[in-house]
Antibody, heavy 121, light 107 residues
């Protein structure tokens, strides 16, 4: 059974960089069958797709965040990471990592439990 | 970018009721439409993908239909555990986008 677990600071100061890691267990992040995604949800609001990374390192990000987003992968640790720079209060949200099937195409079928990141001084 | 619009935003129903939730895309997304269920404090759970394919382990009272721009999620006989928020999502192209959610509440 695949499991994903987000980790990182729960509090980030404005203008700083938010950094989160997603650790995958029960499956290999090096598989060509999956994309590894980040999604966020502000408190009481809906879901916003941030971006994904493929095992090869290729990425695709939401243009609304693209200039501030960096997604990376560490196959040796079976982890992928998110960095979001120049954060403001609007970036306060629960951040989820999730797996998406590439072959065959299956959308976000496994999710982490989510981690709340608050942007505040 | 593709905009996804769900209706209604909230819905009151009783156990045993049949309910339907609509999702409309701002452009043709073929069948690349997925439905998720989210309960408070939990991650979304995939229910249906490719408009009508039931994810493994999801009860058969859930069904999906539609293509192009208009889609429907139907729950044939509501169970207590079905009271949750439901989101549609298009995976036709990036940036992936979600509907604003439909909160299903007990009448």
């Amino acid at each position: 059974q695949v499991q994903l677990q987000e980790s990182g600071p729960g509090l980030v100061k404005p203008s700083q960089t938010l950094s989160l890691t997603c650790t995958v267990s029960g499956g290999s992040i090096s598989s060509s069958d999956y994309y590894w995604n980040w999604i966020r949800q502000p408190p009481g609001k809906g879901l916003e797709w941030i971006g994904y990374i493929y095992y090869s390192g290729s990425t695709n990000s939401n243009p609304s965040l693209e200039s501030r987003v960096t997604i990376s992968i560490d196959t040796s640790k079976n982890q992928f990471s998110l960095k979001l720079s120049s954060v403001t209060a609007a970036d306060t949200a629960v951040y989820y990592c999730a797996r998406e099937g590439a072959v065959p195409a299956v959308p976000l079928d496994y999710w982490g439990q989510g981690t709340l990141v608050t942007v505040s001084s | 970018d593709i905009q996804m619009t769900q209706s209604p935003s909230s819905l009151y129903a009783s156990v045993g009721d049949r309910v339907s939730i609509s999702c409309r895309a701002s452009q043709n997304i073929s069948g690349y439409l997925n439905w998720y269920q989210q309960t408070p404090g939990k991650a979304p759970k995939l229910l249906i993908y490719s408009a009508s394919t039931l994810q493994s382990g999801v009860p058969s009272r859930f069904s999906g239909s539609g293509s192009g721009t208009d889609f429907i999620l139907t729950i044939s006989s509501l169970q207590p555990e079905d009271f949750a928020t439901y989101y549609c999502q298009q995976s036709y192209n990036t940036p992936y986008s979600f509907g604003q959610g439909t909160k299903l509440q007990i009448k």
